[in-house]
């Protein structure tokens, strides 16, 4: 069972392309890592497959429905979204921000019911922030944050996760964190996983699928080992690493090389 | 873990709204027996029942009285809550859809509109009449919403009208409409007398008499704040941001244009039998924000009720503070709301915790 798909997707900003003939699916319970240098079309292959952002050519199917033509409210029932930056006008409380994440399930007359709150507490529960819930979401740290962002998500009952940079702004602590929880969603939920990855390392640590995009075209796709070879980081990032193995997880581990 | 925190309890919502609803009533009622002329309250309450039918007391009080009471004083805190309600539920949707504290009713130029219309009602020597309604309130709500419609089109790119540029057109029709009638105000010989009237309009001064127009104004206003409560859910989403929205099952621009819309024939509509009421619309729904928090299931209806009480006491000290004559309730609103607002922030609410 394919969890998405797309068919020679083609995006352009305006002003060149994006994202050039993009063929990529995954499976249902697989966990990918999309790397590759900014402006290769990370966050722009992640807006395609969310739906927010159409193909200006070929498809994209989510679960076999296209999005060209798919309601918002169907859409967000299948496929969540953690993005980079998350901003909250108002004094917002954890357990409100989380709430919105049951957006898709309500209508203006059918308002929050104790079912959709104990999905919250779930959901809450889950990423480990049940202690928060009544805290103030701009008060809290970036981890914190991050976290509730997740449990927002995953309030969302999602199939498909998609998370753009999720570990950018956070310490190593907890980036590891953050990127345990994913393990284990993928695991113990068959969630499927997509996420646009910075730290190279961490990504031949967590995913076992990784896709390098390059100005816009897959250049790359397969096993950490297969994918993270010296010449393949020369030729997509230009920088130069020395590649070995991991003490402990055999995975590949990159020692940047000063020119 | 599992004590469930009263954040989505409907029991909080119901009790604090019968309190404000509470509130309203009291306030109206101050405001009904208050006045210049003083007419008793037994008597007033005899005038009541008989109104009702119930009873046929003996008229131990002038014709005026009854009159006043009836068709001058009753009328105004009617209109005073309308013009109220309508004002901070407007509030409310352009703050959330713009996420923006500086937003209020009039931000995309609504005002300005309104003005240009009514100050080119007042040089027109017709005196049409539609529904009970003079020239001005037409022209002011056709103004109103032209404009908003124009601001609206300007900032669609694309197929999409993004906040920041719809505040920006906004920023702009307002000005040159605001250019244009004081163009109009400054060549027109004909205006010169009524020069008053233009001012009173611009400061607000509530200028219901008798029932037809709020018969008009009333229901559409009761009806635009039930569908803002039946918004909230969306409004919620919209604090996400556009893109937050859309991640969460907000059909974007289909629901900005209906919260745009609602919130502006809201507007036109307190303009329509008030002119232009400052800083209701910017202050009550902050206000209520700091006390209750951001969440508009409650937000909505209990910044309706806020804001309605709110104009109907400020209308009240306008037709009873001076002497001679009564002063534009716009005065007093940016008066007091003011000082009001600067109290409850420092009091140490969150509003915004950055």
Redesign the interface.
């Known amino acids: 069972m394919l969890a998405f798909r797309t068919e020679d997707a083609t995006f352009s900003y305006g002003n060149g392309f994006a994202l050039r003939q993009i063929s990529l699916s995954a499976n249902e319970g697989e966990m990918v890592g999309l790397i590759g240098p900014n402006g290769s079309g990370k966050s722009t292959l992640l807006r395609l497959i969310?739906g927010?952002l159409p193909a200006s050519e070929g498809e994209v199917y989510l679960d076999g429905l296209s999005l060209r033509r798919a309601?918002?409210?169907a859409?967000?029932?299948m496929v969540?979204?953690v993005?980079q930056q998350?901003?909250?006008?108002?004094?917002?409380?954890v357990?409100?921000v989380v709430?919105?994440?049951r957006?898709?399930f309500?209508g203006?007359?059918s308002?929050?019911s104790?079912r959709?709150?104990a999905i919250v507490?779930q959901a809450m529960?889950w990423v480990g922030i049940?202690e928060l819930?009544?805290r103030?979401f701009?008060?809290l740290s970036g981890g914190e944050r991050q976290k509730v962002v997740l449990a927002?998500a995953l309030a969302?009952q999602p199939r498909l996760l998609l998370l753009d940079e999720p570990t950018t702004h956070l310490d190593i602590n907890h980036q590891v964190e953050l990127l345990e929880l994913l393990k284990r969603l993928n695991r113990e939920q068959g969630l499927t996983i997509v996420a646009a990855m910075h730290d190279l390392n961490l990504a031949a640590l967590y995913f076992g699928r990784l896709v390098t995009l390059k100005a816009g075209r897959i250049v790359a796709d397969g096993v950490p080992g297969a994918v993270l070879t010296p010449s393949m980081i020369a030729e997509v990032f230009g920088a130069c690493v020395q590649v070995q193995s991991h003490p402990t997880t055999q995975v590949p581990f990159m020692i940047v090389v000063p020119p | 873990m599992n004590q469930v925190r009263a954040v989505f309890r409907s029991n909080r919502h119901v009790a604090v709204l019968t309190a404000l609803l509470g509130l309203l009533a009291v306030s109206m009622f101050v405001a009904t027996i208050l006045g210049k002329a003083s007419i008793s309250l037994p008597e007033m309450a005899r005038m009541f029942l008989n109104r009702l039918a119930v009873f046929d007391f003996e008229p131990t009080w002038r014709a005026v009285d009854e009159t006043i009471l009836f068709q001058i004083r009753l009328p105004r805190v009617v209109g005073g809550a309308v013009v109220g309600g309508a004002l901070a539920t407007a509030g409310v949707l352009f703050q959330g859809l713009f996420r923006n504290p500086m937003a209020d009713p009039y931000i995309i130029g609504t005002s300005a509109g309104a003005a240009l219309g009514a100050t080119i009602a007042m040089m027109l020597p017709v005196g049409v009449a539609f529904l009970g309604f003079g020239l001005v309130p037409i022209l002011a709500f056709v103004g109103a919403l032209l404009t908003v419609l124009l601001v609206y089109r300007l900032a669609r790119v694309g197929g999409k009208t993004p906040v920041v540029s719809m505040l920006l057109s906004g920023f702009v029709v307002s000005g040159m409409l605001t250019a244009l009638m004081f163009l109009l105000i400054t060549l027109s010989d004909d205006l010169h007398p009524r020069i008053q009237s233009v001012y009173v309009f611009l400061m607000g001064g509530v200028s219901v008499s008798g029932w037809e127009q709020l018969a008009v104004v009333a229901p559409l206003v009761l009806a635009g704040v039930m569908a803002a409560r039946l918004l909230a859910f969306r409004l919620n989403a919209f604090a996400l941001g556009e893109e937050g929205a859309a991640y969460v099952g907000i059909e974007v621009e289909r629901d900005k244009l209906a919260i745009l819309a609602l919130g502006s024939a809201l507007t036109a509509a307190a303009v329509s039998i008030s002119g232009l009421v400052g800083f209701v619309g910017l202050v009550v729904p902050h206000a209520v924000r700091l006390v209750l928090g951001p969440e508009h299931r409650l937000l909505v209806p209990a910044s309706a009720a806020v804001g309605a009480a709110f104009v109907v006491v400020a209308d009240l000290l306008a037709r009873t503070i001076v002497s001679s004559g009564e002063l534009p309730v716009g005065i007093i609103t940016a008066l007091i709301g003011p000082p009001l607002f600067i109290y409850l922030l420092r009091r140490g609410g969150k509003e915004y915790a950055f």
């Open positions: 969310s927010i309601r918002r409210k859409v967000s029932r969540a979204v993005p998350f901003q909250m006008p108002f004094a917002f409380r357990e409100e709430m919105l994440g957006t898709p309500l203006a007359f308002d929050s104790s959709e709150q507490t529960d049940g819930r009544g103030f701009n008060e927002m969302q």
